[in-house]
């Protein structure tokens, strides 16, 4: 949790320019490569239970998607299987920025690119099949307001498919102390407080998966902290002490 919204939002600057515009070894690893965005993403649409011969012909909104989103991946995944979507629309407040200084992801005839925050989602509504959201509903501002902007854009039947890293309920009491360690978040939910929120706006809400970060990330808490070359002891050490607390859970919502 960060002071602000916009405090995170220069935070998240920071973080991706030190990934991607820093000549100094990095904790964090730099994701570049098709193979990295074919993995990542394919496992996002498993632990979703998404088919991708369904998304054919959708139209698909990736909210929050940072500077590659799940949309690298789902490109990959249209080349290799000749299956193409009718749309995707990357959304993010920070879209600008990463169009001008990161530079990965290149607008298309199916791809678009659009500077907005999830509050305000300039789409009409009832216009979009499907939107997918990995890690981002706990950097917007109001994830209320967001949550209510995605029921409004997707059509009658459309799927919300969010993912986030949610706190262990047994840590609930240090919520307003992780503001210190992970200021890139302005908010940390618990699994009950986000299947509150998703529930005011959908009809239907299922949990699909959940895995701890660890078995995500297959390192130990030890290992983290003291990886081989990581000349931040005390990145090292916030991020262990984040992946002990937190966990991802995946979640399906049907307007």
């Known amino acids: 949790m960060a002071i602000s ?24 690893p730099k994701t570049n490569k098709e193979e990295d965005f074919l ?28 500077p590659y989103g799940e949309i690298m991946g789902i490109k990959i995944l249209e080349k290799i299987n000749q299956i193409y979507l009718k749309k995707i629309i990357g959304i993010d407040p920070l879209m600008d920025f990463y169009k001008k200084e990161i530079d990965l992801i290149k607008e298309t ?30 950097h917007c501002e109001v994830p209320e307001v967001t949550i209510g902007e995605v029921k409004r854009i997707l059509k009658k039947n459309g799927i919300f498919y969010i993912n986030v890293h949610v706190l262990n309920s047994k840590f609930s009491f240090l919520s307003n ?10 908010h940390h939910f618990t699994e009950s407080k986000l299947e509150y929120l998703l529930k005011k706006q959908f009809k239907n809400v299922k949990k699909n998966y959940s895995t701890n970060i660890f078995s995500n990330e297959k390192m130990s808490f ?8 990581n000349e931040n002891f005390f990145k090292g050490f916030k991020r262990a002490i984040s992946n002990y607390l937190l966990y991802v859970t995946y979640y399906t919502c049907t307007k």
């Open 5 to 28: 919204w916009k405090k995170a939002q220069v935070n998240e600057k920071s973080f991706w320019r030190s990934i991607y515009l820093s000549d100094n070894k990095n904790f964090y």
């Open 222 to 229: 030890f290992k983290i902290i003291f990886k081989k070359n």
């Open 39 to 66: 993995i990542s993403t394919s496992g996002v649409l498993k632990n979703h239970n998404i088919d991708f011969v369904n998304l054919k012909n959708k139209i698909i909104v990736d909210l929050g998607c940072g």
């Open 177 to 186: 102390i992780l503001k210190y360690f992970d200021k890139n978040h302005p």
């Open 109 to 138: 005839e199916n791809l678009q690119l659009i500077n907005a925050k999830g509050e305000e989602i300039p789409l009409e509504t009832e216009s979009v099949d499907v939107v997918i959201s990995s890690n981002a509903i706990d």
